[in-house]
């Protein structure tokens, strides 16, 4: 006997919709975007990545950069300060 109805779902005429649950280890794993950010927050915060990195990995490329979310013009316009503020917040830590 084939049943009608799924046992998961609402009933059919019923006005609940099902919601998704979202893991909140999924929200944590996203790299929030960067293209967007204002020239100060984005010498900051690639300075962060660029030291996170260093730390893991042994540093960061271009193409890690971009993998960030950052865009070709903050690369080429903010790299040079980004690396030099990361070097000095690892001199001071």
């Known amino acids: 006997m084939r049943r009608s109805h799924c046992n998961r779902l609402p009933a059919r005429g019923s006005r609940l919709t099902p919601q998704p649950t979202i ?29 996170e990195a260093a730390y893991r990995e042994g540093g960061l490329t271009r193409e890690g950069l971009e993998l960030l979310g950052y865009s070709s013009a903050q690369i080429d316009t903010h790299v040079a300060a980004a690396r030099q503020l990361a070097n000095k917040q690892a001199v001071l830590s």
């Not at 280890?25 to 010498?43: M, N």
């Open 23 to 51: 893991p909140d280890y999924i929200k944590t794993s996203l790299v929030p975007a960067r293209a967007k950010l204002s020239p100060f927050e984005t010498i900051e915060q690639m300075a962060s990545d660029m030291r």
